[in-house]
């Protein structure tokens, strides 16, 4: 039988073990041209030593296409994610974000596993902390996301991801406006002095179902997304209108000019 004093000590260094062995190397960090463990530590709010300590490295050199575990809460992509929501959710930079998973375009897909920089976790949960608070920029209905997501692909198909957006946070500028109808459907439906504001609404194109991709392009600027940078005005740069062109440009993403 365990004398009462020793079986604490047991039970102590038992705990202590435990403790010890919940500590998570949830993710896997692919090191990039750049990287240190100084870098790479401050990424994922740990330090070089302990990178060094858990990876088994001799010294402190690390190399491009080295793969280093690190400590990190992982997200899986769920349909309709984007990196921009993800990176709302989580309170989290979006460069942050890529950058812990060297991904520099906006290809997610559900089922894909993400690392969550600067959040370290002892067991890996992938809830993320603040979901509750994330709040979109305006108020809408999922016929207004749809609505809004018809006209980014109607628009904006064929160009890049983020012109996509750059259509959809026009809508969303326009409604925080006091120069325009204060909701989506009547902003995009808006016709003034006899001229439709959006041409999809005029030729019908508006109807077509929107894509995915503009499904998610029309959320991110929804959630504070705005690669416009506050436009109001959205054309190609084909178009001849003096008036358009004379407006000051705020941003040029593919073929899509913005303009105040």
């Known amino acids: 039988m365990i004398k009462s004093k020793h079986l604490k000590t047991l039970l102590a260094t038992l705990t202590l073990s435990l403790t010890l062995s919940t500590t998570v ?7 990039a041209s750049g990287d240190s463990l100084y870098k790479v530590g401050k990424l994922f709010n740990t ?23 690190v400590p990190c809460d992982t997200y899986t992509v769920k349909t309709g994610d984007s990196l921009y929501l993800i990176s709302k959710k989580y309170g989290v930079n979006l460069y942050d974000l890529r950058k812990a998973n060297n991904k520099w375009d906006n290809t997610i897909y559900p089922g894909q596993s993400l690392n969550i920089p600067g959040k370290n976790s002892n067991a890996g ?13 305006i108020n809408y ?9 018809r006209l980014v692909t109607a628009e904006a ?3 890049p991801y983020n012109a996509q957006v750059a259509v959809a946070s026009v809508v969303v500028n326009r409604v925080k406006s006091s120069a325009f109808p204060n909701n989506i459907s009547s902003v995009i439906h808006q016709v003034i002095n006899g001229y439709y504001q959006f041409t999809p609404v005029l030729n019908g194109w508006i109807n077509k179902p929107a ?14 997304a705005d690669p416009s940078r506050g436009a109001l005005f959205y054309f ?17 993403i593919g073929n899509m000019v913005y303009v105040k």
Not at 211 to 224: D, I, N, Q, S
């Open 125 to 137: 949960n992938s809830t993320p902390s603040n979901q509750s608070t994330q709040k979109p920029v």
């Open 25 to 31: 190397l949830a993710g896997n960090y692919t090191v």
């Open 211 to 224: 894509t995915e991709t503009a499904k998610k392009a029309a959320k991110e600027a929804l959630y504070g």
């Open 141 to 149: 209905s999922e016929s207004d996301l749809d609505l809004l997501a």
């Open 157 to 159: 198909q064929n160009q």
């Open 47 to 69: 330090s070089a030593d302990t990178l060094i300590k858990n990876n088994g490295i001799n010294g402190s050199t690390i190399y491009p296409g080295q793969v280093l575990k």
């Open 236 to 252: 190609d740069d084909s178009a001849t209108n003096k008036w358009l062109w004379s407006k000051p440009i705020t941003a040029r």
